[in-house]
């Protein structure tokens, strides 16, 4: 009995998909000056002495800092998975076998987002990178920005909402009928690239 969800591979046999290199993001120091000025702005006015401010600012700064890191993560998540959705697109148009699995004019067909699917089905573990937020955020942002960027609304409510936005958009950009790849039929490795 067939899962009607997954898109029948022709063959019986296992296809080699490319290695998914994950780049991870730069541990250098993020501009601490920067994003205490943010973190000024967004203190509200208070009674507290100067030592208590200050305290309260450097923490709020300490917090915006790790929300950047955590974008940054995602990122650099996101790039990887899009360069190898491009490796497997190469891959798939190289196997006769494959070959029609992505094109529109064969029904159904897989879209690109079926790779994030096999990505998760496969259970690629990502250090609790969500793989959705992650390519959203990457199509958000063609280049990993600085954190100079970001206001600190951003990083606190908005990155979320806009990278789940990002994401939906693409991957509903296939018919809804969309198939996903059986991930039994698919091996490759996961290789972290520092």
């Given at each position: 009995m067939r899962d009607e969800r997954y898109i029948e591979v022709p063959g019986s046999k296992t296809h080699e998909l490319p290695p998914l290199l994950v780049h991870r993001a730069a541990e250098g120091t993020t501009d601490l000056a920067s994003v205490m000025l943010e973190a000024e702005d967004m203190l509200?006015?208070?009674?507290?002495?100067?030592?208590?401010?200050?305290?309260?600012?450097?923490?709020?700064?300490l917090q915006l800092t790790e929300q950047y890191k955590g974008l940054m993560s995602h990122w650099f998540w996101g790039d990887s998975v899009i360069e190898w959705i491009r490796q497997c697109e190469i891959t798939f148009e190289s196997e006769g076998t494959l070959r029609t699995l992505l094109h529109p004019d064969v029904w159904p067909h897989a879209s690109r987002s079926s790779f994030v699917e096999l990505l998760r089905e496969k259970a690629v573990p990502t250090g609790g990178v969500a793989l959705d937020r992650a390519v959203g955020l990457r199509l958000t942002f063609r280049q990993p920005p600085p954190i100079a960027c970001f206001s600190s609304q951003f990083l606190f409510y908005l990155n979320s909402p806009v990278a789940d936005t990002a994401y939906q958009t693409w991957s509903h950009l296939a018919p809804c009928s969309q198939a996903l790849f059986p991930p039994d039929?698919?091996?490759f490795d996961v290789l972290n690239i520092s």
């Open positions: 509200a006015a208070s009674d507290a002495g100067a030592e208590v401010l200050e305290q309260r600012k450097f923490e709020l700064a039929r698919f091996h």
